[in-house]
């Protein structure tokens, strides 16, 4: 397979234009037809192709550009606008992935022959770097640019069109065939090597971006990229003490830290709930946060709700100084100092001060707030008032009286209230199914969307304190969804499970709810406080609760696992629940379950041997494994071991054609060990690393070898010593001259 030069480079760099430019107008979904940018692309990158070589080979790239410089003097406007459709495009694209407010670059509404004329000039401007690029002489690899193009659109999939995928794969195969043909006959090796790297991009295209544009990934991919984020947030953020972030599939026999989390300091020492992660969706056995592209929709609700000053994490005090203004205080500065927990989130209250400078008006959502950098900020100051979650009931009374400020506030936070009950009333099916047949069906009060606030609390608790145990050694919940596990079959958990499972009974009862992690403030801890004291915030203090909404009011923390009770102060005290308000006894009782489910001697034996032993048994395993990977690589040592004496015994075999072959094979070997060229490079483009002695000698011994292997012509002894000589010359001189390194790469060779 023979390529005239200039033909094969302007093949490869019109394939890389139209990967590159498919690939960006697909990526942000540009409202333009590809094609002419594309086609510009390509003329550019031809005229300068079949221009290499001669004296004028600079003029085709000077006249694009003057072209592209006459365009902007000319169609100033026009440019300009499409310049700013392109921006911001671009923006509503990026918004997607990452949930941010950004200014808009106020392009025309009609900016679509603006974007043409951009993009056409970005067509020309890519052709021309394009056919530099597959001309560069400084021997980079090519290909792995066009795997780096699967990658990026696979990360916008299913966004982007696979056929943009396939044209990066033959980009790829194209510039692999470029830089290491050379112009010459291909080899079956080469030939072997571009099929396989063609057959691994056909499949990662056909799996990770499906054949149709609208197809969602498949799950072992989202998988594997929530393992990959989990594992790069460890290495950013740290652990979390002992707290799943959502992940309901690491909950085991829970495990507590006698280490400092966080260092609270405050003027006005209080209880707090201090936010971190907050769960938005449940699937899986995992909370999420609600996804980038979900919240982008929302982007202009959270605009201009930050431009009033409404933040849904301040909420509660920015309700409370428009209801109760003068009731509460609101000068308590709080200090955190991260010591040992997550610096992915900003701890912070539920009486945080809009005022804060911890709240980012350019962040879209509600949820948790982020820290900012590489390590996240570990330490930060933020305002708060006193705590108005004891008082909540009297600022929801508040704000039922007409006044210009309550009116203000309850006006902007209708347009949040939409937010909220569009995204925080799902649940499961089959979740769904269970809890209706479990707590019966309700009536809702005239004019209400949900079940009463205080009704679906007393079920709730009932439910949770008659039906499931508090244990804190529990196994890991597998093969099932966690909540339906944990009610309906082990029935017994710590705070994650009960903070689960109330969060989806809200929503059944059609209260908009989210599961929380972070850390306590007790009301102990803030009575042994003084202002300006430094507070420890230890591992014990790590807790998962379930936060509800409260029509006009926001989000209120609601304890539902009884160790806790009595940890916060309360609005209200729940006493003498005996029975579902407004509903009948439930059917679920001890005389309705078999013996086998009341009692199971061998599985509660089997439970107590695994958490009594399961250090030992682990160790035992990780020492059968190691022992398990020494004997395997022991084995493979011998196996080598005998096939190397086998090759070097080839070097004085009775066929010397033979041995020519072994003995120049290992030559090339050791050259490459070297650094001196590549695999699969034709013994040529060695001659220049070698000595200026030993020159004519090696082409001497690489005519012999080629036709011993290639023309299978019998070879003479002495032949034979002679490309040993050689050998062995080589083998002195690279051996000295070479790094340690290379000296390791040498002896490997050696020993292989």
């Known amino acids: 397979m023979r390529f005239n030069a200039r033909f094969r480079g302007l093949l490869a760099a019109s394939l890389l234009t139209a990967a590159l430019m498919g690939l960006m107008i697909s990526l942000f979904s540009l409202p333009v037809f590809f094609l002419w940018p594309v086609l510009l692309g390509i003329l550019a990158a031809a005229t300068v192709c079949m221009m290499d070589g001669t004296r004028l080979s600079w003029l085709p790239a000077a006249a694009w550009m003057a072209v592209c410089l006459l365009t902007v003097l000319v169609?100033?406007?026009?440019?300009?606008?499409?310049?700013?459709?392109?921006?911001?495009?671009?923006?509503?694209?990026?918004?997607?992935?990452?949930?941010?407010?950004?200014?808009?670059?106020?392009?025309?509404?009609?900016?679509?022959?603006?974007?043409?004329v951009v993009l056409c000039m970005l067509g020309v401007l890519c052709g021309l770097w394009s056919s530099r690029y597959v001309r560069h002489p400084s021997g980079l690899r090519f290909w792995p640019l066009a795997v780096i193009l699967a990658a990026a659109a696979v990360l916008f999939a299913p966004m982007v069109p696979v056929?943009?995928?396939?044209?990066?794969?033959?980009?790829?195969?194209?510039?692999?065939?470029?830089?290491?043909?050379?112009?010459?006959?291909?080899?079956?090796?080469?030939?072997?090597?571009?099929g396989r790297l063609a057959a691994v991009l056909l499949v990662c295209v056909t799996v990770l971006g499906g054949w149709n544009q609208d197809a969602a990934r498949p799950a072992v991919v989202d998988t594997a990229a929530n393992w990959a984020a989990e594992q790069v947030d460890t290495l950013r953020y740290g652990s979390n003490a002992g707290l799943p972030e959502g992940d309901m599939t690491k909950v085991g026999p829970r495990q507590i830290s006698g280490d400092t989390m966080l260092e609270v300091t405050m003027t006005q020492p209080t209880s707090y709930y201090l936010r971190g992660f907050v769960g938005e969706t449940y699937a899986n056995s995992r909370?999420?946060?609600?996804?980038?592209?979900?919240?982008?929709?929302?982007?202009?609700?959270?605009?201009?709700?930050?431009?009033?000053?409404?933040?849904?994490?301040?909420?509660?005090?920015?309700?409370?100084?428009?209801?109760?203004?003068?009731?509460?205080?609101?000068?308590?500065?709080?200090?955190?100092?991260?010591?040992?927990?997550?610096?992915?989130?900003?701890?912070?209250?539920?009486e945080l001060l809009a005022d804060s400078d911890v709240l980012d008006a350019a962040q879209i959502g509600d949820r948790t707030l982020l820290a900012s950098g590489l390590r996240g900020q570990r330490t930060y100051?933020?305002?708060?008032?006193?705590?108005?979650?004891?008082?909540?009931?009297?600022?929801?009374?508040?704000?039922?009286?007409?006044?210009?400020?309550?009116?203000?506030?309850?006006?902007?936070?209708?347009?949040?209230?939409?937010?909220?009950?569009?995204?925080?009333?799902?649940?499961?099916?089959?979740?769904?199914?269970?809890?209706?047949?479990?707590?019966?069906?309700?009536?809702?009060?005239?004019?209400q969307v949900h079940f009463d606030y205080q009704r679906a609390k007393q079920n709730i608790l009932f439910y949770l304190t008659t039906y499931i145990t508090y244990e804190e050694n529990v196994l890991p919940i597998t093969g099932g969804d966690f909540a339906l596990t944990f009610l309906d079959g082990t029935q017994s958990g710590y705070d994650v499970h009960y903070a689960t499972a109330?969060?989806?009974?809200?929503?059944?009862?059609?209260?908009?709810?989210?599961?929380?992690?972070?850390?306590?403030?007790?009301?102990?801890?803030?009575?042994?406080?003084?202002?300006?004291?430094?507070?420890?915030?230890?591992?014990?203090?790590?807790?998962a609760w379930v936060e509800y909404y409260q029509d006009g009011l926001g989000w209120l923390p609601f304890e539902a696992t009884p160790t806790y009770f009595s940890a916060m102060e309360k609005a209200e005290q729940y006493q003498n629940i005996s029975g579902l308000v407004g509903q009948a006894p439930l059917d679920y009782t001890a005389d309705n379950l078999d013996d086998a489910?009341?009692?199971?001697?061998?599985?509660?034996?089997?439970?107590?041997?695994?958490?009594?032993?399961?250090?030992?048994i682990l160790l035992t395993l990780a020492v059968l494994l190691a022992a398990g990977m020494v004997g395997l690589l022991i084995g493979w040592l011998i196996f080598e071991r005998r096939r190397t004496k086998k090759r070097k015994e080839g070097f004085f075999g009775a066929d010397a054609a033979a041995s020519i072959d072994a003995?120049?094979?290992?030559?090339?070997?050791?050259?490459?060990?070297?650094?001196?060229?590549?695999?699969?490079?034709?013994?040529a483009d060695y001659?220049?690393?070698?000595?200026?002695?030993?020159?004519?000698?090696?082409?001497?011994?690489?005519?012999?070898?080629?036709?011993?292997?290639?023309?299978?012509?019998?070879?003479?002894?002495?032949?034979?010593?002679?490309?040993?000589?050689?050998?062995?010359?080589?083998?002195?001189?690279?051996?000295?001259?070479?790094s340690l390194k290379e000296r390791l790469r040498l002896k490997y060779v050696e020993f292989l």
């Open 75 to 116: 169609l100033l406007d026009t440019v300009t606008n499409g310049l700013a459709q392109l921006l911001d495009d671009v923006l509503k694209a990026w918004q997607q992935l990452h949930a941010r407010n950004y200014t808009s670059f106020l392009a025309q509404e009609d900016g679509s022959v603006g974007l043409t």
């Open 163 to 194: 056929w943009w995928l396939l044209l990066a794969a033959l980009t790829g195969l194209l510039l692999y065939a470029v830089h290491f043909g050379g112009g010459k006959q291909y080899s079956p090796a080469a030939l072997r090597t571009w």
């Open 287 to 350: 909370w999420s946060t609600l996804d980038s592209k979900t919240l982008s929709e929302d982007a202009d609700t959270f605009y201009w709700l930050h431009q009033d000053g409404f933040y849904a994490q301040s909420q509660l005090t920015t309700a409370a100084q428009a209801g109760v203004p003068d009731a509460l205080r609101y000068d308590n500065t709080v200090t955190v100092q991260n010591i040992g927990a997550s610096g992915k989130y900003l701890y912070a209250p539920y």
């Open 381 to 447: 100051s933020f305002h708060a008032s006193d705590n108005i979650i004891i008082q909540y009931q009297r600022l929801a009374a508040a704000l039922l009286e007409e006044t210009e400020q309550t009116n203000a506030f309850l006006n902007t936070e209708a347009a949040y209230n939409r937010f909220v009950y569009d995204h925080y009333t799902d649940i499961p099916d089959d979740v769904r199914g269970f809890l209706e047949e479990k707590l019966g069906g309700y009536q809702k009060d005239e004019g």
């Open 502 to 543: 109330a969060a989806l009974m809200f929503r059944y009862y059609g209260i908009p709810a989210r599961y929380v992690e972070g850390y306590l403030v007790t009301k102990d801890d803030a009575a042994h406080m003084k202002s300006g004291q430094t507070l420890d915030v230890g591992g014990n203090r790590a807790h």
């Open 597 to 616: 489910e009341l009692e199971n001697p061998a599985a509660e034996a089997l439970r107590e041997f695994w958490l009594k032993h399961r250090l030992t």
């Open 663 to 683: 003995i120049f094979r290992y030559m090339m070997d050791v050259l490459r060990a070297r650094g001196m060229a590549a695999k699969n490079c034709p013994p």
């Open 687 to 738: 001659v220049s690393y070698m000595d200026e002695d030993l020159r004519e000698e090696y082409l001497a011994a690489a005519k012999l070898w080629q036709e011993a292997r290639f023309r299978g012509k019998p070879m003479q002894e002495l032949q034979r010593r002679r490309v040993l000589r050689l050998k062995d010359e080589i083998w002195e001189r690279t051996w000295h001259s070479a």
